[in-house]
């Protein structure tokens, strides 16, 4: 029988009379294929003497033992932890992982999702906060259902509301409401908060639920008091800065996450406020730094590394309840070093 180098699996699809997809799956045995048609292309591909891409066919099997992660930042220790746990579940399952970083920008985050879909990865893992908008959601929703709808299976680390996916949330606002409480029970009544963007749903849970405790406390945290800059150590270094300048009132600083809190730190330091003599300063997450800062950080402990790990496990368990299902993980307040009551100077506030 004579070569024909250049038949395609199109060029069998159509002398089969069946679909592209149909001919794939007959040749490549993924799944089953109706015994008839399965024939129908295996005698097509015969006549025509199609020899499948070897490299092409190992990709596309490979592609079912591959998960996306998409998260928003690898280089933040908090995301790395958090990776860290997918990975041992996924190499526990023989998976392999592709991790993309998105640096915070919605429109990537749809782009990578899109793109993994393409490639046919069996899971696709959402890792950090999702975005208070509202053309996000829809556009993001869009890519995710029919990859659902194919098989495919999501995940997601903390809130993103307009998703019917299986999550593993973190108790932000239940915990930012916990380290309010101690703040308050050590004697503070003047507080600062530094933020990352408030369109981070992440965000607005963590400042919400400080803020709704102080108030029930009898406490008020004006807009005046927040400084909202990046999710970065730069980002908190710049807005602990801009509180300084401004005239620090507050006994007390909130950051809403351990790296913004590194970043005001080393802002306090360089104005020559001593923490926690001068001024408290608390953060969360409890990524592992922290614990080695001088002071040693005062923050709201995520078990980061089983956040990646359940996400991981839901995402790769067979569920057959259309309802998605979701996982609260809670923090626990850590009360160190960088936090004291207030200082003499502040007392009568």
Known sequence: MDS??????????????????????????????RPDLHERVLAAAEKLAYTPNAHAQALAG????????????VSDPYFAAIARGVMRVADENELLVMLASTFRDPQKEIAYVSTLRAQRTSAILLVGSGFEDRSWERALAAE?????????????????????????QPANREGAARLAEELLSLGHRRFAVLTGPRQLTTVVDRLEGFRETLAEAGVRLA???????????????????ELISRGLEATCVFAVTDVMAIGALTAAREAGIAVP??????????????????????????????????????????SRSS???????????????????PADRWAGY
């Open 62 to 73: 490979a592609s079912h033992r591959t998960v996306g992660v998409i998260c928003h930042d």
């Open 4 to 33: 024909h180098p250049h038949v395609t699996l199109e060029d069998v699809a159509r002398a089969a009379e069946v679909s592209l997809a149909t001919a794939s799956r007959a040749l490549n045995g993924t799944t089953k294929v």
């Open 277 to 318: 003599e001068q001024l408290s300063l608390a953060g969360f997450d409890d990524i592992p730094v922290v614990r080695d800062l001088t002071p040693a950080l005062t923050t709201v402990a995520l078990p980061l590394e089983d956040l990646g790990a359940r996400a991981m496990e839901l995402a790769i368990r067979d």
């Open 144 to 168: 995710i259902e029919p990859y659902r709808r194919g098989g495919g299976r999501v995940a997601v680390v903390s809130r993103h509301r307009g998703l019917r996916v299986d999550s593993v």
């Open 223 to 241: 807009e005046r008091d927040i400084v909202e800059s990046a999710f970065t150590r730069d980002g908190g270094h710049a807005a602990m800065s």
């Open 323 to 341: 309802r998605s299902r979701v996982l609260r993980i809670e923090g626990e307040v850590r009360l160190r070093a960088s936090v004291s009551r």
